[in-house]
């Protein structure tokens, strides 16, 4: 049989441990270095003008690290400028942007409009892939490998703490073999 001493230990050990775990289910965890504070808006919410000042602003720091990087000499400004100039985001459309705009609309007329965006999209793609195309070829070989290290990183939305570009999604494994 056990004492009362011990049956009051062992209580109270598991009261504390009972009272610990609850205080620690409770306490947020630090928010990581970089996120924006719990409670506080994210960017996108807060104003579109400023997020897309943001995003400019960083594009152009970009772009002008990777020229520094690259060491261009006169005879490469020209390309190096059709190039910068290709990755500029194309103008906003003045169509729906938003649900109830879009709610107005017929279903063909979204299919339709959506397929309009598709094709804009497929456009500004295909200019800056040529430019980019112009602009290696201007390069001398150290520099192509300069600029496929630094492009690599600036992916498609793979540059900020997302090397491999995919934000938490992954692609699914390739199918066993057998």
């Known amino acids: ?39 506080a808006p994210r960017m996108e919410q807060r104003d579109p003008a400023k997020r897309l000042e943001h995003m400019q602003q960083r594009r152009t720091q970009r772009l002008a690290a990777l020229k520094e990087k690259l060491k261009l000499d006169a005879s490469q400004e020209g390309a190096w400028s059709t190039f910068a100039a290709a990755q500029q985001p194309p103008a906003r459309p003045a169509e729906p942007r938003n649900r109830e705009e879009m709610a107005k609309l017929t279903t063909p007329q979204r299919l339709d409009l959506m397929q309009q965006r598709q094709a804009e999209r497929s456009a500004a793609f295909a200019k800056r892939a040529d430019a ?9 070989p150290e520099q192509q490998q300069t600029f496929d290290a630094e492009t690599l990183r600036m992916g498609p939305r793979g540059g900020d703490g997302h090397p491999d570009g995919h934000h938490g ?9 057998g």
């Open 1 to 39: 049989m056990m004492s009362i001493k011990k049956t009051r230990h062992l209580v109270l050990t598991g009261l504390l441990a009972s009272v610990a775990i609850a205080a620690s289910a409770q306490t947020p965890q630090p928010a990581p270095a970089g996120a924006p504070a719990q409670g």
């Open 132 to 140: 980019t195309r112009s602009f290696y070829a201007a390069l001398k």
């Open 169 to 177: 999604h992954r692609p699914a494994p390739p199918p066993a073999k």
